[in-house]
């Protein structure tokens, strides 16, 4: 369709956007567009302008409202679908963002860039082995287009293909050697052991002046891997100081509020809701409560090998619900609890069971292991009272120094501190322990460490208490192909189990502190790691 031409004024008007979108004055830029838009309301450039505007801006909803009139009027060109599928991205709509975006890489099947937003969409909806292929169209029309690699590298490791990713990333260093993304990609895949000119590479890059201090800490933890790897610990555990310090002033965390929160938490399910109005609700959900770094992948990957479970990984469906309910009450989680109706609770059981159906399309039950579904356990269950909660705990020394050793992209900001880790811990037992006591016919204790003594027995045990019948694939849960969305797990679930696992006792005195900090809390008591 031809652009309708403007007059003079208007034209003069959208150039001047043109330009405030150029120095990065989205708001001048919206208010501007607003204007050319109130008399000529089809015209397609402004449209496009408004939309990028309002992503530009956070506002993604707004932003996709113009992309699909800007299309109505032009719709051929593959810019303004790749925009739309950027912005129902954002906004949370998987299924449109990937057709849009498909979209455009019909229209534009040459651009690197729209299959490499593809990929990156349909890993994210964990439809892997689509996204793979995405991402190796990316790379075939763009050899150096770095994220496509990176993200090609993720996606290979979390389908298990371990030593496909792990060539991909020495290929990117080979081009790229202080590309500290890279160097934790391949240091994360923790079974692909680094040598002693890795060790040297990376404390040259970590030890670099001008390195920006998040690519420091990236290389900070890499580097302590490597280390480890060749029997320094000590070394390790100082560059793993000084990696979590540095990192620990990037974010914020206030132990004290998050145990109030806590409490809070412990306060309002203190009576259970009231009884729900349909009992059997929520049976096809098997809920998976833990600390990062705790075995909560393992336990997913086991349920997930049973034939009539679908592993979901860390989804936030339950989260998303539960903030949504707090802004339509206008109060906070979990101050409404205690108002919450029985109808209210179905209400919200059945928004997440609606949300999760596309996990129920191949099999009848799938897990759900956000990480942070230990402190809403309770809601959980209020919502879908024939659901089950599985707690999986590790010895908490043994947790803390996992999480210690471990960058994460985000939403644990507790763990770059031993003392605000052992407060995390100590925080996990109390509540989780309340749940036990609240719910023993709903909530399951499950010993990581039991679990590797007598996998059969324990494994037997979890199976019983979801309702599925025992099936030898859960014991051979390292055969099992699926997608574990977890970097830092993704190769080891496809290993057996494994009795070395334990590293606290290699540290030695170094986490004494640790280990007194946690043992002085009547929650905790003594730990396996003395």
């Given at each position: ?6 007059p ?20 001048a830029?919206?208010a ?8 000529a ?8 302008m408004?939309?990028v505007?309002?992503q530009?801006?956070?506002q ?56 490499y ?25 763009d ?60 404390r ?12 420091r ?37 206030n ?10 938490i412990e ?5 259970p ?45 339950l ?37 999760t ?15 942070a ?8 269950l209020a ?19 996992a ?8 939403g ?20 989780t ?17 039991s679990?590797l ?14 309702g ?7 014991l ?17 679930v496809r ?14 005195h ?12 009547p ?6 790691s003395?």
């Open positions: 369709m031809n652009v309708p031409a403007l003079p004024r208007l034209l003069a008007t959208l150039q001047r956007a043109q330009g405030e979108l150029a120095r990065r004055q989205f708001e830029a919206a501007t567009l607003d204007s050319v838009l109130a008399e309301p089809d015209c397609p450039p402004a449209l496009g408004a939309a505007a309002a530009m801006r956070g993604h909803a707004h932003a996709a409202d113009f992309f699909r009139k800007a299309i109505a009027q032009q719709p051929r060109q593959p810019g303004l679908h790749g925009g739309l599928g950027i912005s129902l991205f954002e906004a949370g709509d998987m299924a449109g963002a990937v057709a849009a975006l498909r979209r455009a890489c019909e229209l534009a099947p040459n651009v690197a860039a729209g299959w937003n593809l990929g990156k969409a349909l890993k994210l909806q964990v439809r892997t082995r689509e996204a793979i292929d995405a991402l190796r169209r990316a790379l075939q029309i050899p150096s287009h770095v994220s496509a690699r990176l993200t090609l590298a993720d996606a290979l490791a979390s389908v298990g293909e371990v030593e496909p990713a792990a060539a991909e990333l020495r290929g990117l260093l080979q081009a790229c050697p202080g590309n500290a993304h890279a160097w934790f990609a391949l240091a994360n895949l923790k079974v692909v052991p680094l040598g002693a000119e890795d060790v040297a590479s990376l040259r890059n970590f030890e670099h002046p001008g390195v920006p201090a998040e690519d800490v990236l290389f900070g933890f890499a580097l302590a891997r490597a280390l480890e790897d060749q029997g320094e610990t000590a070394a390790s555990f100082e560059v793993l100081q000084r990696a979590n310090g540095l990192q620990r002033q990037r974010v914020r965390w132990a004290v509020e998050h145990r109030a929160h806590i409490d809070a306060r309002a399910f203190a009576a809701p009231k009884k729900a109005l349909d009992p059997r609700m929520g049976s096809e959900v098997l809920f998976i409560a833990s600390v990062p770094r705790s075995g909560s992948s393992l336990v997913e990957q086991i349920l997930a090998s049973h034939p009539e479970v679908e592993g979901a990984n860390e989804i936030t469906d989260p998303r619900i539960l903030d949504d309910e707090a802004r339509r009450r206008g109060c906070p989680f979990p101050e409404w609890v205690p108002q919450a109706t029985p109808a209210d609770w179905q209400r919200l059981g059945a928004e997440y069971l609606a949300r159906a596309r996990w129920r399309e191949r099999k009848s039950r799938f897990t759900d292991k956000n990480l579904t230990w402190k809403r356990a309770g809601a959980a919502m879908l009272p024939a659901a089950r909660v599985v707690v999986v705990r590790r010895d908490p020394v043994e947790t803390c120094l999480c210690y050793r471990q960058w994460f992209a985000s644990t900001e507790f763990a770059y501190d031993l003392d605000e880790l052992a407060d995390y811990c100590v925080d996990f037992t109390r509540l322990r309340f749940w036990l006591k609240q719910y023993p016919d709903r909530v399951l204790d499950l010993e990581y460490e679990l003594a007598d996998p059969g027995t324990v494994i037997r045990r979890l199976l019983d208490f979801c599925l019948s025992f099936d030898p694939a859960c051979a849960f390292h055969r099992t192909e699926r997608t574990v969305i977890s970097a830092a797990s993704a190769a080891q290993q057996p189990l494994q009795q070395g696992s334990a590293r606290a006792r290699r540290y030695g170094l986490l004494d502190g640790l280990r007194r900090r946690l043992q002085a809390d929650a905790v008591g003594p730990c396996r003395g």
